[in-house]
């Protein structure tokens, strides 16, 4: 099969197993409207089109509300104040570069990468120490690396950076470690919240293979 059409099953076969195990464990409508728009949403970008960002915005306002019925009040504001307003943005910038219907993919210089990782530890410290102080918050720490890297990796999406699946990586792998400390606490749709971010961390992974063919495909033309 041409990769390029291996791409374009790939939001499909994601989206589809969500939904599906979203109907085998007999998910609440809620919790399923997350998963399968949060799924479709991130494997859209991973291939470059712009629609995830639309579908992004039905996946922002439930996870949100899930988010708040567990204490994860750094997540309600992640999701509500910045990734509502950013997916239109991200919307019509990528609207503006794109080419055959696929967005255009360029990567950082390496002294901006190192930027990027200093910035990112001192504002997880500094987001920790102010989340830590809210009555009910739980994980404050994870709660703020989740939001810190979920900020950032969304900023290099919008400007088309392929490291921002770097990030997404990173980012993946510690949400799952915060719903499974709220899973071990009985939160609510926890188990379902680690389903749909081990789901993320996969495509983050396959983000990262076809940027980077995206990236060396424009340097090379």
Do not use: H
Not at 8 to 31: E, G, H, I, R
Not at 79 to 97: D, Q, R, S
């Amino acid at each position: 099969m041409p990769p390029s059409l291996q791409r374009t099953y790939w939001p499909l076969a994601l989206t589809s197993l969500a939904l599906v195990f979203c109907l085998a464990t007999k998910t609440d409508w809620l919790t399923t409207s997350t998963v399968v728009s949060g799924v479709a949403c991130v494997s859209l970008i991973a291939i470059g089109k712009r629609l995830g960002y639309l579908i992004g915005l039905v996946s922002s306002i439930t996870y949100a509300w899930i988010a708040y019925q567990n204490g994860l009040f750094g997540e309600v504001g992640l999701n509500i104040l910045f990734y509502l307003p950013t997916g239109v943005a991200g919307y019509f910038m990528w609207a503006k570069n794109e080419a055959n219907g696929t967005v255009n993919m360029q990567r950082l210089a390496s002294r901006q990468r190192r930027w990027l990782v200093l910035g990112s530890v001192l504002a997880t410290i500094v987001l920790g120490l102010v989340l830590r102080a809210i009555p009910g918050q739980n994980s404050p720490f994870v709660d703020a690396a989740t939001n810190v890297l979920s900020i950032i990796a969304t900023l290099l999406m919008m400007w088309r950076f392929a490291e921002q699946w770097w990030l997404y990586v990173a980012l993946n792998v510690l949400t799952v470690s915060l719903w499974t400390i709220r899973y071990l606490a009985d939160g609510y749709a926890a188990d379902r919240m680690i389903f749909l971010w081990l789901i993320y961390l996969i495509n983050s992974v396959f983000g990262l293979i076809i940027w980077a063919r995206g990236v060396e495909k424009r340097e090379n033309t």
